[in-house]
């Protein structure tokens, strides 16, 4: 093995000034970074591979749909996804690769960058390629590449923070403080969450060695580029009466509020899985080391707050990739036997084999239910699929999610068909999913942006319609009373057949001839909607 091969060579011997001998060395170096490279490859291509077993997923919509409306901020995410769906909309279209296609790019980037970083903490090739071997099979991170949302971003961009600190912390170059200030700005431009791993980085390094970081001008610098950087979206928020504020709230309130502790905690080692044992061992590990400990009291600072203020689970991956370096290089420092260092990966990788399907679908959507069924007859268990409503369902929350959106749009394509004069028509969409499935999907049927009071989709819905509504697409699980009064004629076009979709039963109305003014009925909706909102 390549590998193998690598650890076991002889170390070189003192040398002479007059001996020129260095091949050894560079092609040790070389060989390495190979190994790492096929590995980062392997991990796209494992994602690729995978990408079409099922449909778009529901948030991949409302993401991607952003790519339509580049701005500085939207109604729950700071801008960057936006800009990054519009980009890859330029260049790849609509299609479920092109929306699959960033997020798997990113997760090669991740595996080189763990084991970079593994290779600042004083890593050699095996504490580099366990890095990259764990960061690949965590389901944690098989999850975060698979889809099409801030989450797989936060997870590279904390991971590149870190990198940057350690090289700060190992060089004391300070030109690496306007990098890591600019880097924030850009974290922060992605997902607010960013802003608690800065505070816990500031706080752990406050009581270390370091902290003479905060006599350095260039510090001052980074923190006012960083500002800069995320200003677009500042001044976004400021003008629009930050509506981060209320979303905060209602995610408060419905869904934080609900989080278990216990759970919480319990989570943070099933997401990485086996890798959650070096995570654990780096974690102390890097406690051990003056240099380093600031980035095991920051990463343990990050789930304590977390675990206070009922967070999600998953707000914590950030500092994984990071303490998974650290655990591999403490086992490649105490772990001497070669043998047992090279049959630990491939245990990490036997176990993990099993249970992919939880972190990816490996199988399509039969394939799938299949896999949770089989475990359910044979070991009793239900994992994952119970959903947020407490509700036990064939397939897992995420997975449900990717499914019945083509044949939503197939229907609502064929609702679009039968208006006459296209410029009399419109569609609406009662939430985000359905709203993204058209504006996404829809462009290979040529549908027309829907209206939606959901989400960012509330920013770009019309005043008036000139020339007036005569037909109305109506997306919904029913028919609201308002709509069937205006018209004369309502019309079932169809509804989403696919039992094991989350918008199982949503139905696809056609309604026509407005008994009154359509521009008059929705003038009575956007107050309605705005006394709400208020």
Not at 39 to 55: I, Q, S
Not at 201 to 209: K, N, T
Not at 353 to 358: H, K, S, V
Not at 452 to 457: R, Y
């Amino acid at each position: 093995m390549l590998v193998n091969r690598l650890i076991d060579a002889p170390k070189p011997c003192a040398i002479s000034e007059t001996t020129k001998s260095p091949m050894p060395i560079n092609k040790k170096i070389g060989a390495t970074s190979l190994f790492i490279g096929v590995l980062a490859v392997a991990n796209v291509a494992l994602h690729l591979l995978f990408f079409g077993k099922l449909e778009y997923h529901r948030d991949e919509l409302l993401y991607f749909a952003l790519g339509l409306h580049p701005d500085f901020g939207y109604a729950t995410v700071p801008p960057l996804i936006g800009w990054i769906a519009a980009l890859m909309q330029s260049l790849f279209g609509f299609s479920l690769f092109a929306v699959k296609l960033f997020p798997a790019v990113l997760s090669g980037a991740l595996v080189w960058l763990g084991a970079l970083i593994a290779k600042k903490l004083g890593g050699k090739a095996y504490a580099q390629v366990l890095t990259a071997i764990l960061l690949i099979i965590m389901p944690v991170s098989l999850r975060a590449f698979h889809l099409f949302q801030p989450v797989h971003i936060d997870l590279f961009l904390w991971t590149l923070l870190f990198y940057y600190v350690i090289k700060y912390v190992n060089s004391q170059k300070s030109n690496y403080l306007l990098v890591i200030g600019a880097l924030f700005g850009v974290a922060l431009l992605n997902k607010y969450l960013v802003a608690l791993l800065l505070l816990a980085l500031l706080a752990a390094i406050s009581f270390s060695v370091h902290r003479v970081v905060f006599s350095k001008k260039e510090f001052y610098g980074g923190l006012g580029l960083g500002l800069l950087v995320f200003s677009p979206n500042l001044i976004w928020q400021l003008k629009r009466g930050l509506p981060i504020i209320n979303h905060m709230t209602e995610l408060e309130a419905q869904q934080l509020v609900n989080v278990d502790r216990g759970l919480f905690l319990l989570d943070q080692l099933t997401m990485p899985f086996v890798a959650s044992i070096v995570m654990l061992a780096g974690l102390a590990y890097l406690f051990t080391q003056k240099t380093y400990r600031y980035i095991a009291i920051s990463a343990l600072l990050v789930v304590v707050v977390l675990l206070l203020l009922r967070g999600k689970s998953y707000y914590t991956i950030g500092v994984i990739p990071v303490l998974i370096s650290g655990g591999a290089v403490a086992i490649e420092k105490y772990l001497t036997n070669n043998w047992v260092r090279w049959v630990l990966p491939v245990v990490f990788v036997s176990l993990t084999f099993p249970i992919l399907p939880f972190g990816i679908p490996v199988y399509g959507q039969d394939g799938m239910i299949e896999y949770f069924k089989k475990l359910e007859d044979n070991h009793g268990l239900l994992l994952g699929r119970r959903f947020e409503d407490g509700s036990i369902h064939s397939l897992p929350q995420d997975y449900a999610d990717q499914l019945g959106w083509e044949e939503l749009v197939s229907i609502t394509a064929k609702a679009y068909s039968r208006i006459p004069d296209k410029t009399r028509g419109a569609i609406y969409c009662e939430n985000y999913g359905q709203a993204g499935a058209v504006a996404v999907i829809g462009k290979k049927y040529k549908l027309p942006e829907p209206l939606s009071f959901n989400e960012s989709f509330a920013y770009w819905v019309p005043g008036e319609f000139q020339p007036e509504i005569t037909h109305f697409i109506y997306i919904n699980d029913e028919l609201g009373e308002d709509v069937a009064a205006l018209f004369q004629k309502v019309e079932i076009i169809g509804e989403v057949t696919n039992i094991h979709a989350r918008e199982y039963g949503t139905t696809v109305y056609l309604c026509s001839n407005p008994k009154s003014s359509f521009n008059t009925f929705w003038k009575g909706v956007l107050q309605r909607v705005a006394q709400t909102n208020d």
